[in-house]
Nanobody
């Protein structure tokens, strides 16, 4: 069974930084693309950033220039470096990967809270 486990969430003041990690139970070459999504209370889940096996990245306009997605193939881990955090970034952040072009796998989520 393919599993994704997120970590690194927490409480941070506005302007601060956090790095989220998503560890896969399989080779991340089998998960393409991989991405981060977030869901704030009362709002739909939205795309934050994705990265392909070839390293092509895509970002939501709201996080461009502040967030960076990256992958460590040797560790089967994808990261989301979040800088200049804003209260609007408060949400549960989820990792997702498309497994063998067949189905999506989601992590359990990690809470990020940004205080003003």
């Amino acid at each position: 069974q393919v599993q994704l486990v997120e970590s690194g969430g927490g409480l941070v003041q506005a302007g601060g930084s956090l790095r989220l990690s998503c560890a896969a139970s399989v080779s991340i070459f089998s998960l393409n693309p991989m991405g981060w999504y977030r869901q704030a209370p009362g709002k739909p889940r939205e795309l934050v950033a994705t990265v392909s096996t070839s390293g092509i990245t895509n970002y939501a306009d709201s996080v461009k220039g502040r967030f960076t997605i990256s992958r460590d193939n040797a560790k089967n881990t994808v990261y989301l470096q979040m800088n200049s955090l804003k209260p609007d970034d408060t949400a549960v952040y989820y990792c997702k990967g498309q497994y063998l072009n067949a189905y999506d796998v989601w992590g359990q989520g990690t809470q990020v809270t940004v205080s003003s």
